[in-house]
């Protein structure tokens, strides 16, 4: 595992405004309990440090991974630990739906990573990184798994791009 991405790491575009948006609603909501209770005159060492606590939860539950790629690599960094796999070695790949949809990537090393495939979506460079290494891994014959799933958001992926070049070009 890598301790620092290289100069050419690929990193999430959009990462530092939903750190900055975590940080605000971790704030607002600290504040706000800060208030309520000095307001209602039941404001306690115990109970400041008890919002302190919750308002240092509400940061730690939004606070995005950080997300890079480089050749051969996708890395997701969150607070405790850092996963990563090798795009080029990957064996599955699953897609789960649900409230929070999620991206499972297996490599032949034991890397194991989730995270939101909308990130890929929002940031076609890390998504070229990706899918350079799915072609290695499909050349290689590794990813017995999950092809079509990377499929599927490629053509996502591209269909966004495709409506935002023709918005920007005003053709559409």
């Known amino acids: 595992m890598r301790d ?16 900055r948006l975590a940080a605000g609603c971790a ?4 504040a706000l309990t ?6 209602a005159g039941t404001l306690t060492p115990a109970r400041a440090l008890l919002w302190l606590a ?7 539950v939004l606070l995005p991974q950080r997300v890079t790629a480089g ?5 997701a960094r969150g607070l405790l630990r850092r996963r990563e796999v090798r795009t080029d070695a990957l064996t599955a790949v699953r897609q789960y739906a649900g ?6 990537l297996c490599d032949a090393h034991g890397g194991r990573l989730e995270l939101d495939p909308r990130v890929l ?3 076609p460079l890390l998504w070229h990184e990706l899918d ?16 079509d799933v990377l499929a599927r958001l490629g053509h996502e992926i591209d269909d966004t791009i495709t409506r935002a070049v023709l918005k920007a070009s005003e053709l559409s």
């Open 27 to 30: 704030a607002g909501f600290g």
């Open 54 to 60: 919750l308002a240092t939860a509400v940061l730690v």
């Open 132 to 147: 350079t290494g799915v072609r290695r891994s499909l050349e290689r014959g590794t990813l017995r798994q999950g092809a």
């Open 121 to 123: 979506v929002d940031n």
């Open 34 to 39: 800060f208030l309520i209770d000095w307001d």
């Open 99 to 104: 409230v929070s949809a999620q991206l499972v």
């Open 4 to 19: 620092s991405e290289p100069p050419t790491a690929t990193g999430d575009r959009h990462r530092r405004s939903e750190a």
């Open 71 to 75: 050749p051969g690599w996708l890395a």
